[in-house]
């Protein structure tokens, strides 16, 4: 208990400590207009509040991953606790932060645009590419798994074909209207839910003095299992994720001011990780130790564990609510996951999305291929969904380095992270079977060459772009935004 209440404190403090350095380095300029001024279209570019754009940032990023990401991660042990807090506070929220205030300096745009300013044109196809992806990938399992559990809430009254059809059809409204429309109407009573449900677990937690396991030296994770690399991507949403380099770029281009960026940015993923703390917690304490946790999870996946921990919790009205608010989740995210594809796909090839028959061209090829990816096993699709998924972070952290870099300030608060994540993703994907199925021993001393060779590109780039006096804060070339 006192290493779950010590980590929840830690990331407390971490906002208003490092979040305040973070947003020291970068620096704030509040008489700077934003893009949702200089570029309103009232569809995508809309000005909206610092509270309603907070809890939209927190839904956008906070999928099923903060839940299924720290339950599945709770099989390490208390070691998962250490990689939620110092990863949210050092690598999650300034991945976030970073990403989201260079998108607002650079009128709203998404990581394909950025990486292609800032690491070279080549970078803008790759990464465009890549984006586009993990966001297919990142909607279809925000598909299945809100349906999982809707269905396993329903008791089997609503077909499985009938839920993913309900939740398709939101996710194609969702996409094609205005921002404030849907998603700025509805998303504060969804938060609430969210918020509600998870400090209703969190509390009952404390209040029943569950058995959570301490951090110690004896128990640091069970049964000796491989940390590094797996428990870095099994955990990715609650410590960090390039899934939430795709979405910030959505709400910098809603954002008022420049100073309110520590809040929405560094401040949602901060709330993040306390969830995902909150979520690791209960699967460890809840289903007689690691073995328990092991078997629920091998039947019934994660989803089993969040009935099963929020009826125990919260009793059968309360965790029916808990229940409800684990489904926004990942419905929350899904629909912002299809949004920002079609903004992405918008930008890469110059189409205005004033009209909505615009949009329509764009996002019914994306629902056709997310609807048939439907058909493929979920476990297979979150294990290319956690490498594609910490790629992208990997590749939001050079960049932010890179902007740093460029503008003489403090590049180490993006390198040292982007050099870790670097390494952890390269070590995963040498060893895993989707990868090359290559010995951990192989895998780890791979990933440290890549990762030496990659920081040696780095700043030979870096040097190269300050000399060469790229602009960090104007329009990106071939950008258009908006017609």
């Not at 950025?114 to 044109?121: M, N, P, T």
């Not at 740093?404 to 895993?432: C, D, E, Q």
């Not at 199925?437 to 060459?449: F, R």
């Amino acid at each position: 208990m006192y290493t779950f209440l010590a980590g929840i404190a830690l990331l407390i403090v971490g906002y208003f400590t490092y979040g305040k350095f973070v947003e020291k380095v970068f620096g704030v300029n509040e008489g700077r207009n934003t893009p949702a001024y200089t570029h309103k279209d009232d569809v995508d570019y809309v000005p909206m509040s610092t509270a309603k754009n907070s809890l939209i940032q927190l839904l956008n990023i906070a999928g099923v991953g903060p839940i299924f990401g720290p339950i599945m991660g709770a099989l390490y042990g208390p070691v998962a606790f250490i990689w939620i807090v110092l990863g949210a506070i050092f690598a999650g929220a300034v991945h976030d932060y970073l990403t989201g205030m260079i998108s607002i300096r650079n009128r709203g745009a998404h990581l394909p645009e950025l990486a292609g300013k800032f690491l070279g044109k080549i970078m803008k196809h790759i990464v465009n590419a890549f984006a586009i992806l993990l966001l297919l990938l990142v909607g279809t399992v925000f598909v299945t798994a809100p349906a999982d559990l809707l269905y396993t809430l329903l008791d089997g009254k609503a077909t499985m074909g009938i839920i993913i059809a309900a939740i398709f059809i939101y996710y194609i409204l969702a996409t094609l209207l205005p921002i404030d429309k849907i998603i700025g109407r509805f998303y504060p009573i969804f938060g609430a839910l969210l918020l509600i449900s998870a400090v209703g677990v969190g509390a009952m937690l404390v209040i029943t003095g569950a058995p959570i396991p301490e951090l110690s030296l004896t128990n640091f994770h069970p049964d000796n299992a491989t940390i590094f690399p797996l428990l870095f991507l099994t955990i990715s949403c609650g410590a960090l994720s390039g899934f939430h380099a795709t979405q910030t770029p959505i709400i910098s281009r809603t954002t008022q001011n420049e100073n309110q960026g520590r809040k929405i940015f560094y401040g949602m993923m901060i709330a993040e990780g306390i969830i995902a703390m909150i979520w690791a917690a209960a699967a460890m304490s809840l289903f007689d130790g690691y073995n328990g946790l092991n078997d629920i999870l091998a039947n019934g996946g994660p989803a089993a564990i969040v009935s099963e921990a929020s009826t125990a919790m919260l009793g059968a009205i309360g965790g029916t609510l808990a229940v409800l608010g684990v489904i926004i989740l990942p419905i929350t995210s899904g629909d912002t996951a299809f949004r920002s594809a079609r903004m992405i796909i918008a930008d890469y090839f110059n189409f205005s999305q004033k009209k909505i028959t615009s949009r329509l061209w764009i996002a019914v090829p994306l629902f056709v291929i997310s609807f048939a990816l439907t058909k493929v096993d979920f476990t297979i699709l979150w294990r290319y969904f956690s490498w594609a998924n910490q790629s992208t972070a990997v590749i939001a952290l050079w960049v932010g380095a890179m902007y740093l870099y460029i503008a003489k300030k403090n590049y180490w608060i993006a390198v040292i992270p982007g050099m870790f994540m670097t390494a952890a993703t390269t070590s995963y994907i040498l060893n895993a079977q989707i990868g090359f199925s290559q010995s951990l021993t192989v895998s780890n001393i791979g990933a440290l060459i890549v990762t030496a060779a990659i920081t040696v590109i780095f700043f030979n780039a870096a040097k190269k772009a300050r000399a060469n006096n790229i602009p960090l804060d104007e329009d990106i070339s071939n950008y258009s935004g908006v017609a």
